[in-house]
């Protein structure tokens, strides 16, 4: 069965510290990772997207890697601010016949960023 | 380029009711999603369309829930009769095909763009 796990399922950091964020998968077969941001009573916004032949991507202060041998990737985020305080959605997905996308879900891991 | 659009943003009924939700897709995206999310959970799909066909519904409590997408646009979900268990948020997404290039799929069709939600409490 196709599963996304993260950890930790919840952090609080202190303003101005960094963090790194987990997600572990066995979704098969892989075409792509996706890293979304979810505010309080919003939906999910996109902050990166990994693909099998990617390594590393940032988008500011985020820096995403992939692992795709361990099926490992993390989200790391850098002096943080009371603005990153959301839950991280670690989305991974196949390519169905048809040319549609499968993403599965992780939990998602929810920061609270203290002043 | 407008967004996914959502209603109603909120909905209260009472157990055993019916309740719909509109969704109308960013334009041009040929595949739909419907989530559900408990608070605190990550989001659950409950059915994806490509255009106006069903890809996946596995996830959907067919004895009550029901969706349709038709013209391969709009798309509604009904809840009938409610239960307490369904209070959560309804997310629906949208994105475009994917893009293959020689020997790859490319990933950066795949972005989900998702609306806002309708949140659902049912008493």
């Not at chain 1, 990166?48 to 890697?65: L, P, Q, V």
């Not at chain 1, 549609?100 to 998602?108: H, K, N, Q």
């Not at chain 2, 996830?59 to 349709?68: I, N, V």
Request: aromatic share 8%; hydrophobic share 35%; with cysteine.
């Amino acid at each position: 069965k196709n599963q996304v796990e993260q950890s930790p399922q919840s952090l609080i950091i202190l303003e101005g510290k960094n963090c790194t964020l987990q997600c572990n998968y066995t979704v098969s077969p892989f075409s792509n990772l996706r890293w979304y941001k979810q505010d309080t009573g919003r939906g999910p916004v996109s902050l990166t997207i990994m693909t099998f032949s990617e390594n590393t991507k940032s988008n500011g202060r985020y820096t995403a890697t992939l692992d795709a041998d361990t099926k490992q990737s993390s989200l790391h985020i850098t002096a943080s601010q009371l603005s990153d305080s959301a839950s991280y959605i670690c989305v991974v997905s196949v390519v169905a016949s048809g040319g549609s996308y499968i993403p599965t879900f992780g939990r998602g891991t929810s920061l609270i960023v203290h002043p | 380029e407008a967004g996914v659009a959502q209603s109603p943003r909120y909905k209260i009924i009472e157990k055993r009711q019916s309740v719909a939700f509109w969704c109308n897709p960013i334009s041009g995206h040929a595949t739909l999603y419907w989530y559900q999310q408990i608070l605190g959970q990550g989001p659950k799909l409950l059915i994806q369309f490509q255009n106006n066909g069903v890809v996946d519904d596995s996830q959907l409590p067919k004895d009550r829930f029901s969706a349709e997408r038709l013209k391969g646009v709009d798309s509604t979900l009904k809840i009938q009769p409610a239960k307490l268990e369904d209070s959560a948020v309804y997310l629906c997404a949208s994105s475009s095909r994917a893009r293959y290039e020689v020997g790859r799929v490319s990933g950066g069709a795949n972005v989900l763009t998702f609306g806002a939600g309708s949140r659902l409490t049912v008493l």
